[in-house]
């Protein structure tokens, strides 16, 4: 009976051993920096990241950051959630508005900078801030908290309460944690950009 399960054993052991040797070589090497995490180098048939970075309006620091991660947040940002409809005032740079029928081109020079005005409440800037680098000034904590729950961290208008408005913090509250820190190492990875004249 012992001898049985030993050799039951081995040969899991064998099996798995044998399985593991027919990995292709290139499974499980790490991509571009770090992320082992978001299975960098591997080919999952998600390519949304590589539509992210091609579609950026700006041009990316990518530093030690997760270049996947940041695609998706691109992806994210650009080609879902509509952040640039409501946080770039203007949204279309001269002559790139395809409201118009003319070819589309973002207002890159307020890209993310914020300024559209809804009733009382102005979109803010959400791009790095001097000198922290940090997003709309937020710690990724602190950002995760206001995609999930909408805290106002500015306390900008205390007379509507502590929470922000318009920003559509109900909707992007089921986004996975992934995907909410995908956004924000995109956002940590555009350029700081500077508001320009608000209006709705
Ligand atoms: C429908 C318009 C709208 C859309 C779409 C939108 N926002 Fe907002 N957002 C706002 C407004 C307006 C505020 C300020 C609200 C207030 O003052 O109560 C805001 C505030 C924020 C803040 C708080 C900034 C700070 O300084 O505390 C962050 C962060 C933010 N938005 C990120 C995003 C991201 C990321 C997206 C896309 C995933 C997005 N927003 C999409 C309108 C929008």
């Not at 051993?17 to 770090?34: D, K, S, V, Y």
């Amino acid at each position: 009976m012992q001898t049985r399960s030993i050799l039951i054993a081995s040969g899991v052991f064998l099996t798995a051993a044998f399985c593991t040797a027919l990995l292709p070589a290139h499974a499980g090497q790490a991509g571009e920096g770090r992320g082992e995490r978001h299975g960098e180098g591997r080919d999952d048939g998600d390519n949304r990241w590589q539509k992210g970075l091609a579609i950026a309006p700006v041009q990316l620091n990518f530093q030690d950051r997760n270049k996947r991660l940041v695609g998706l947040g691109s992806y994210i940002v650009n080609g879902v959630a509509g952040c640039n409809d409501c946080h770039t005032h203007p949204n279309f740079a001269p002559g790139g508005d395809p409201y118009l029928g003319q070819p589309k081109m973002i207002n890159t020079a307020n890209y993310l900078a914020g300024g559209r005005v809804f009733g009382p409440f102005i979109s803010r800037n959400i791009t790095p801030e001097a000198p922290s680098g940090l997003p709309a000034g937020l710690t990724l904590a602190q950002f995760k908290e206001v995609l999930r729950v909408g805290t106002d961290f500015d306390n900008a208008h205390p007379q509507f309460g502590p929470l922000l408005q318009v920003m559509p913090w109900p909707v992007y509250q089921s986004l996975t944690d992934e995907d909410i820190e995908a956004i924000y190492a995109y956002l940590s990875a555009i350029p700081h950009a500077e508001q320009g004249p608000v209006g709705p």
